[in-house]
C-alpha cells in the first residue's frame, strides 16, 4: 500500500510541476493510458505462468 501512496504522491508532484512550467503532461490520454498500464501488467502475468509451463 505504502507504494501505491508514494507512487500517487510522486505523480501528483510531477503534474503540478509540469502545469506550473507549462508543459504538456508526461502521461498518455486518460483511458488509454490506464489501458496501456493494464497490458504491460497482464503481459507480465501471462509471460509468468508461461515460465511455470514451460
Known amino acids: 500500500m ?3 501512496i508514494l507512487s500517487l504522491l510522486a ?3 510531477i503534474g503540478i ?3 506550473f ?3 504538456p503532461l508526461p ?3 486518460v483511458l488509454a493510458g490506464i489501458v496501456g498500464i493494464f497490458g504491460v ?3 507480465g ?3 509468468d505462468w ?3 509451463l514451460v
Open 50 to 52: 508461461i515460465k511455470t
Open 45 to 47: 502475468q501471462i509471460a
Open 2 to 4: 505504502k507504494e501505491i
Open 17 to 19: 510541476v509540469f502545469k
Open 27 to 29: 502521461a498518455p490520454p
Open 21 to 23: 512550467m507549462k508543459l
Open 11 to 13: 505523480g501528483i508532484i
Open 41 to 43: 501488467y497482464f503481459g
